[in-house]
Each structure stands twice: as structure tokens, then as C-alpha cells.
């Protein structure tokens, strides 16, 4: 059975969460006999493509490839508000694009009840993005690589916040929490992978140019665990979510991590994460060690059910179901 990945992962487009997912259950994938894998390929007939993504690349390819075609809703309508200029006209394009597909994979409960109520007539199912263990882990020497090019001494604490630099990814209240918490270093890891078509790109350029002086914002870096490594503890204040991998990712680094409060977080993640609904609560949280400490502890555990190498045998099963005759 041959089943092509199609992921526009080109320039700073394979450093979003669609690329990094693809690329994990990719490198996991069984190698079974009957699995013919290949990534971005463009010639020879397939039996199932799996796309991550629907640019224009991905739906090139979709017009001409003969076989099943599958797509993962990393993104959906509502996580576009705050993150992309003209979300509106982006979303209407979401149905008649999602309707050429012949499956979906929703990653989360919550995204699958959004893509059913968009789409009721396109067959679903529901397998979560995943976390590689053996690679987000915490690592003693690159917690000290890290911290020394921050200038942070270990009894320093130091909070991490990954992706975008977006209203939805609420870099607002990461600088607001900044400047209410002067002896914490807040850092940012990521940058504006969509260009000037992220939501208030020239406003948040003018927000980071007078930021408090214990903020940094690092923009990409090659290896994240060495920013999961350094860090005490991962925040993420965003407003709209199908999954969060990154919480994944920080949560198997061993990171306690403080979240905002939304539906789709609670669900997913439940009392393995520290929830916050208004910016006090999120400074108390920050600055509670007793409380971050018990969750850190428990963090690693939690993943287990989400290791990337039971994920990508759901992919598996799920290719054969619908490619096999």
C-alpha cells in the first residue's frame, strides 16, 4: 500500500504545529511491509494521500492524484480569529475546500464536533496529535546551554511561551504578565511564519519594541528541547486551540505548564494542567511554586497515552480501512 504525506513544510511553513505533527508520525510510522511511505512526492500513483496542509501545493496535488484523499484539521474556522488578517474571507473557503476531501482526521473531541457541525456529510475520525518521548525529554546540558545565553542564574525563573506571535497565541497578556512580574524572565520562542498576513503584525512589532526588559523573544530556534529544557515552566495564553501540541511537548519535558482556561484545554489536558481565566489568576499561578511543582511532577506521566508511536499506529489502521479493497 503506497501512502504519500502532503505537507507544504517549506521556509518558516515547517515550523508550524501542522508540519511538526506530520513530521512525527512520519518518522514513527511502522515499517510494515505492506507500507509504502513517501513525503511530498509528486509522481507515481498512490493508494491513500494523507494531507496535513491545503495550500496551494497540496491542493495541486489533490487535483490530479488518483486514490483516497485524507486530510488532519490541524486548523479549523475558529482558530483563524486573531491569528490570520481577514480570517473571515479565509473561513468561507474552509467547507468547499474540506469537501474535496473523502476522510478527515480531527485531532481533538472538540475539533471533531466542529467539523461535523461544518461538514456532517464527510466522514471522520478522531486520533490525537502525539509527542515523541524519547526526543521531549528534559536535558541537563542543554537547561544550561540555554540559561547561559539568557544570562539566567539557576534560581532565576524562567517562563516559556511557543508559536506564533498572534492575538489568538495571547501575546498580549504574555507582555502584560511580563510587566506585572519583573523578577520572572519571560521567553518567546517563534515568530511570524505567515508574514505581514498575521493578525496586527505592525501593532505587535511596536508592542515587542517596548516590552519590559525581562522579556525575550528568541524567534525560531533549531532545537526546541533545548528551550523546554531551560525553561521552569511553559504558559500558553491561547484563545482558540484544535489540540495544543506544544502543551504535549512541555508536558512530556517534564514543564508545568499554565494555561488559559478554554473549553477545548480543559477537555483535552483536564487537571494535568493549570488553568486561568483572567491575568491575576495567571500571575498567581506563575508565581505559586508549590503549585507548579506537584503538576511538573505529573506532566511526564500524563503523555504516555499520547505517545507518538501509538498515533501513528492509529494512522496505520486507519490507512489500511480505508485503502485496502
Not at 24 to 46: C, E, F, H, K, Q
Not at 68 to 89: C, D, M, Q, R, W
Not at 174 to 197: C, H, K, N, Q, S
Amino acid at each position: 500500500m503506497k501512502i504519500n504525506f502532503v505537507v507544504e513544510d517549506f521556509s518558516v511553513f515547517k515550523y508550524i504545529g501542522s508540519a511538526t505533527a506530520a513530521r512525527a508520525i512520519y518518522r514513527n510510522m511502522p515499517r510494515d511491509a505492506d507500507l509504502d511511505l513517501s513525503w511530498n512526492s509528486t509522481r507515481g500513483r498512490v493508494d491513500l494521500a494523507h494531507f496535513h496542509t491545503f495550500g496551494p501545493m497540496a491542493l495541486a496535488y489533490r487535483t490530479y492524484m488518483r486514490g483516497v484523499k485524507v486530510l488532519t484539521a490541524h486548523s479549523t474556522p475558529h482558530t483563524n480569529v486573531g491569528n490570520i488578517a481577514e480570517s473571515g474571507f479565509i473561513n468561507r473557503l474552509y467547507p468547499p475546500i474540506y469537501r474535496g476531501f473523502d476522510h478527515i482526521i480531527t485531532v481533538s473531541n472538540p475539533c471533531d464536533r466542529e467539523i461535523k457541525a461544518m461538514l456532517p456529510e464527510i466522514a471522520t475520525t478522531m486520533i490525537p496529535n502525539g509527542v515523541d518521548r524519547g526526543i521531549f525529554q528534559r536535558y541537563e546540558d542543554k537547561r544550561k546551554a540555554f540559561r547561559a545565553a539568557l544570562g539566567a542564574d539557576e534560581d532565576e525563573t524562567v517562563v516559556l511561551a511557543l508559536g506564533q506571535q498572534t492575538p489568538r497565541k495571547g501575546i498580549y497578556d504574555f507582555l502584560e504578565l511580563a510587566a506585572r512580574t519583573p523578577d520572572v524572565i519571560w521567553v518567546w520562542v517563534g515568530g511570524f511564519p505567515y508574514g505581514r498576513l498575521s493578525k496586527d503584525y505592525s501593532r505587535i512589532a511596536r508592542e515587542k519594541r517596548r516590552a519590559s526588559e525581562n522579556v525575550v523573544f528568541t524567534g525560531f530556534v533549531p532545537d526546541v528541547t533545548e528551550a523546554y529544557s531551560g525553561a521552569d515552566l511553559f504558559f500558553f495564553g491561547s484563545r482558540a486551540e484544535t489540540f495544543g501540541l506544544v502543551i504535549l511537548e512541555a508536558l512530556a519535558s517534564g514543564l508545568p505548564v499554565v494555561a488559559r482556561g478554554i473549553p477545548e484545554l480543559r477537555e483535552i489536558f483536564g487537571d494535568a494542567v493549570a488553568f486561568f481565566d483572567t491575568l491575576d489568576e495567571a500571575r498567581d499561578l506563575v508565581q505559586s511554586k508549590a503549585k507548579l511543582h506537584l503538576s511538573g511532577d505529573k506532566a511526564r506521566r500524563f503523555t504516555e497515552q499520547f505517545d507518538i508511536r501509538l498515533i501513528a499506529e492509529a494512522h496505520a489502521k486507519l490507512y489500511r480501512r480505508l485503502a485496502e479493497p
